[in-house]
């Protein structure tokens, strides 16, 4: 993964790609760097209607912490040695409580125990851990549902990483694991929604190849704009540009 | 699957059935009914809509529901589950799980913001009670820091916060009839008052999304007292005048007491204009004597001076959430709120609110100017403008709708926008068949057809919603000029035919020998370039907003730029271009229809002479209505073609980052850009084959060659820029980042930093559409 990049720059082929990807890191930095803290759904009571009617949730938080690194590093990451994580997907209620804890203590909105529930419960294979021996250092939350339209679409809700975890990998690496999941059970597109000012997740969903499709004017409670990203994974007329 | 009960129905039937079978006991055995507040209902908004489900008006007790105790049955129906399992009921979805609220968890349950020894928040009578507020004899002081408070409250409100929590936790407003101090009375009134119109203008524009504004609150607040708009204006006049027939008899605080007086007076103004655009939105016969342009600047006038006394009221107290001490109580509402997880609610302060009402009154003035604009071309220009500029304010958008249409049936009379769109066409390109002196006008088949298709025009509602989508915020335009894109679709196809029929009918006249008519109806696509020209700028607006509403990744500039650069742009200025050709060549057969007439009229003499050699000079000028326009559209297209050349270069030279994802697809990406534009057929669609042709042709040329063409491009821009005479900030800042950007690509095309492929920084914050390239 991570190396084919020459279908996205239009070079000929007695020319190839003049640089490398290391070319572009930044010197004094380290170049693998992820740094997605945490994402969460909440939105106002105003805005709930638009749930009932698309099935989707209509607002995610992704809140980062400390936020020492530029987005270009973020999209830089690729090759690091994720030998000493392992993964592996919701299997029981005691990984609501982990799931729980990675996510709320870092959060400034609440999820009520009955959203993680609807996700855990209803997409269990869809929510991946991430483990260091035997401690929880990140977690996804998906879902996955037909729209109205028909189609099948995959939706990011959480993605959370230790603090102390972080800039590692480990958020691509469960972001991809859970695209793939949901490529393979014939998801047409991913959607999420991530806080304007987020800069590091956007960059780590841009190099993941979503769009930034719609902009949400004062989607969160603390008034800040969010983004709906898209990333289609099947090149199909029937996904209409619409405002779901 | 994994032992949940989530998925398996015996559980949730078991936890269920046992409910539903105490239910049926219970309805059989009678019980003791719970009293209201025993049960709960408290909020008053429940309380109302519980009532209004039941038949009769005045209910003090509530419906007889037969409650039951079923403690003991739900902790036998728990008994079932295994620890972790739940009952989930088929309609308990997503959305119910996000509303739930974890009772005591202070992020969720607004009650926690309560200590226990708290006092409720005091209501309107509570506070009477107390003492705490003053009905009579206020002070100045006091009346000033009230309006002031009143003020701020209702910028904050216009700023999309919930009415009952901003404007209603003024105890004032609650009944303002109990008030005896007529000036706080009159001021609460109109306050109220202004609600009311408010409400009624944003709902009638119907540009407002939930985002911008809140336009349900607690609607038996303000049904308390009836509302009386007509009668405001004068209440708060007569006030005045008696307020400074006081102050002429007092020795003391005489400042102060006109410091009231401009507050009133303000309030009189603002409220009067706010009214009258309410009258002219929902009634045909307005009294149009008002000028509402005055009136706003009178308005306007009152500001300094109300800015300069703000220190004469009370101010709020340092620590307190009420935006003055005396009759707000800040959490009155906050238990009646919707069940949501708890908001902060943030009030404007004082400078700045009167700030925001002044802002408010110079955009309404600029909205004023909208009645000069007579026609679609023009009308569209100027919505697109006052997007630009007043775009943030909903209440300055919603006048603007109200002022167009209420100004489009003055103008128009009663079946205005068919109207105003053949006087529309006929202002743009001027097609003889619409020149009603024409002998063709009169043809009943030729009728037959314009009112078609203009009345398709209506049906399609097209052009009319482009105009409203500029009434939209920004983000929510994108969304819809999508839309609105596909949509064109239909009229182009229409508009066509149109041209093809009246050119078709002008041949038959030809063939007659009946050459007037034939040149009248020959029109070289009149109607097709009105319709196409149109479809441009929505679709150059919704890829350029793209920019604005920071959508696009680095690397997705190239294709970007590249679609104005290579199609759009040219398109516009070749629609632009042909229109100025038509009318010129129109010109130029009067001229010489003119001439034949007067050369037959027996000899010209040498004043006609002179003068007709005079007037052609004269009329070219005339005729070139859109080289302003044009001008500027090169000067974009300079600009776009130095972007996609730069990002060109930029990729060639490994100084953009591009994703490195086996799910990115740079294919799909660019479909998606270009998805509205798909159904198009004119202009066709360009498929990501053709794109990436003619990509790879530009990116050929070595990187510092590459450079060098981009440089060339913001030269170009450059200098038509320059050329521009009287250039208004826009094409000034263009300017700037037109030289700027032409000296980074000379510094690269140098090799400049060859050493360190960084991307380079783009910053928007001189353009929406174009950054300034910035080496890092």
């Known amino acids: 993964m991570g190396d084919d990049v020459s279908e996205s720059v239009p070079v000929r082929q007695d020319q190839p790609p003049s640089y490398e990807k290391s070319d ?32 989707s949730l209509e607002k995610t938080v992704l809140e980062v912490e400390d936020n020492p690194t530029t987005s270009e590093e973020i999209a830089m990451i690729g090759g690091q040695d994720l ?161 779901d | 699957m994994n032992g949940s009960s989530v998925a398996e129905p015996p ?71 295994q620890p972790g399992e739940l009952a989930q009921d088929m309609l308990f979805g997503l959305f119910e799980a996000m509303s739930a609220i974890e009772i005591m968890d202070p992020k969720m349950d607004v009650g926690m913001g309560f200590d226990k020894q708290d006092l409720p928040p005091p209501s309107f009578e509570a506070a009477i009670a107390t003492g705490a507020i003053k009905l009579d004899d206020l002070t100045p002081s006091e009346l000033i820091g009230i309006f002031d408070a009143l003020f701020s ?20 407003l609650h009944a303002p009839s109990q008030i005896k101090d007529k000036a706080l009375r009159v001021f609460c009134t109109a306050v109220r008052n202004l609600i009311v119109v408010i409400k009624n203008i944003i709902a009638v524009a119907a540009v407002n999304e939930e985002e911008d504004f809140q336009l349900y609150g607690n609607s038996a607040l303000l049904a308390a007292e009836k509302a009386q708009p007509a009668a405001v204006y004068s209440s708060l006049k007569e006030v005045e005048d008696q307020l400074v027939r006081k102050c002429k008899k007092l020795t003391t605080a005489t400042e102060d007491w006109m410091a009231v007086v401009h507050r009133l007076r303000f309030m009189r103004h603002l409220f009067q204009v706010i009214y009258h655009v309410e009258q002219m939105a929902s009634n045909d016969t307005v009294d149009d004597k008002v000028d509402i342009y005055k ?43 919707p069940p949501a997880f708890p908001r902060s609610i943030k009030i404007r302060d004082r400078p700045a609110s009167y700030q925001f009402l002044e802002e408010m009154i110079s955009r309404f003035k600029y909205a004023c100017k909208v009645s000069k604009y007579k026609d679609y071309y023009s009308a569209l220009n100027f919505f697109i403008e006052y997007s630009k500029k007043s775009g943030q304010c909903i209440l300055s958008r919603s006048v603007l709708q109200s002022l167009f249409s209420a100004n489009m049936r003055m103008a128009h009379g009663k079946l205005p926008m068919k109207q105003f769109l053949r006087y529309s066409v006929q202002i743009f390109n001027s097609p003889p068949v619409l020149n009603a002196k024409h002998p063709v006008a009169a043809d009943p088949k030729v009728q037959q057809h314009l009112e078609n298709f203009f009345r398709y025009c209506i049906n399609m509602n097209t052009f009319t919603q482009f105009i409203r989508i500029c ?71 919704f890829l350029m907003s793209g920019f604005e509403l920071e959508l696009y990744a680095v690397h997705e500039f190239l294709y970007i730029y590249w679609y104005p650069y290579e199609f759009l742009i040219g398109f516009l200025v070749s ?72 990002m060109g270069a930029l990729t060639k030279d490994g100084r953009v980052r591009l994703p490195l994802s086996q799910f990115d697809n740079e294919e799909i990406r660019y479909n998606r850009r270009f998805l509205p534009f798909a159904t198009l057929t004119s202009p066709p669609p360009v498929s990501y084959a053709e794109f990436k042709n003619i990509r790879e042709h530009m990116m050929r040329p070595s990187v510092e060659d590459l450079y060098t063409y981009a440089a060339k ?52 914050s001189k353009h929406s559409y174009f950054p300034i390239i910035k080496l890092k």
Not at chain 1, 127 to 149: N, P, S, W
Not at chain 2, 46 to 60: L, P, W
Not at chain 2, 161 to 170: A, E, G, H, K, R
Request: proline share 3%.
């Open chain 1, 24 to 55: 572009l890191v930044e010197e004094d930095q380290p170049t693998s760097v992820e740094e997605v803290a945490l994402e969460l759904m909440n939105f106002p009571a105003s805005q709930k209607k638009a749930v009932l009617e698309d099935g």
């Open chain 1, 83 to 243: 030998k000493q994580y392992t993964f592996c997907v919701f299997q029981e209620e005691s990984h609501l409580k982990v799931l729980q804890s990675l996510i709320d203590e870092e959060l400034s909105e609440p999820y009520s125990i009955y959203t993680y529930r609807y996700f855990v419960y209803n997409w269990p294979d869809l929510c991946f851990f991430a483990m260091e021996g035997d401690r929880y250092v990140g977690v996804i939350v998906c879902k996955l549902e037909a729209t109205i339209g028909g189609v099948l679409q995959g939706y990011i809700a959480m993605l959370s990483v230790d603090v102390e975890y972080r800039k590692r990998g480990i958020g691509r690496a469960l972001s991809e694991m859970a695209i793939e999941a949901m490529a393979m059970k014939d998801a047409a597109m991913i959607v999420l929604e991530t806080e304007l000012t987020n800069k590091p997740a956007l960059a780590l969903y841009e190099s993941l190849g979503f769009i930034r499709e719609r902009r949400l004017l004062r989607y969160y409670m603390n008034g800040v704009d969010a983004f709906r990203l898209k990333l289609i994974l099947k090149n199909s007329a029937d996904l209409s540009f619409s405002e």
């Open chain 2, 11 to 81: 559980d949730f039937q078991a936890a269920t059935a046992a409910a539903a079978a105490a239910a049926a006991r219970a309805s059989s055995s009678e019980q003791d009914e719970w009293s209201a507040s025993e049960c709960g209902f408290l909020d008053p908004e429940v309380q109302r809509t519980m009532r209004s489900g039941s038949a009769a008006e005045d209910i003090t007790q509530y419906p007889m529901h037969g409650w039951v105790d079923v403690t003991r049955e739900f902790h036998d129906a728990c008994a079932e589950l």
């Open chain 2, 153 to 172: 409250c209702l910028v904050s409100w216009l700023e999309g916060n919930s009415m009952d929590q901003v404007l209603f936790t003024c105890l004032y």
């Open chain 2, 295 to 337: 009136i706003l600047l009178v308005a306007s006038e009152m500001l300094p001076g109300i800015r300069n006394t703000l220190d004469r009221g009370t101010q709020p107290e340092k620590g307190s959430e009420a935006p003055n001490p005396m009759g707000f109580s800040p959490r009155i509402h906050d238990r009646s709120q």
């Open chain 2, 471 to 541: 009434g939209f915020n920004r983000a929510r335009q994108r969304d819809k000029l999508a839309r609105l894109i596909e949509n064109f679709d239909t009229i182009q196809v229409d508009a066509a035919r149109l041209d093809s029929l009246m050119n078709q009918l002008a041949n038959e006249r030809a063939m007659e020998g009946n050459e007037p008519w034939a040149t009248a109806l020959k029109h070289s696509t009149h109607f097709s370039t009105w319709v196409l020209y149109n479809c441009f700028r929505a679709m150059l607006i």
């Open chain 2, 575 to 646: 629609a632009l271009t042909r229109t100025e050709n038509i009318l010129l060549a129109q010109e130029e057969y009067a001229e010489h229809q003119s001439k034949i007439q007067s050369s037959a009229g027996g000899g010209g003499g040498g004043a006609a002479k002179s003068r007709k050699a005079a007037k052609p000079k004269k009329n070219k000028k005339q005729q070139r209505p859109y080289r302003a326009e044009i001008v500027f559209y090169h000067a974009l297209l300079s600009l776009c073609g130095g972007m996609y050349k730069a």
């Open chain 2, 713 to 764: 491009h913001f030269d170009q821009a450059r200098n038509v820029l320059e050329s521009i005479q009287n250039p208004d900030q826009e094409m000034l800042d263009l300017l700037q980042i037109a030289r700027t950007n032409f000296v980074v690509m000379n510094v690269l095309a140098r090799g400049h930093q060859k050493e360190v492929k960084r991307q380079p920084e783009f910053d928007f």
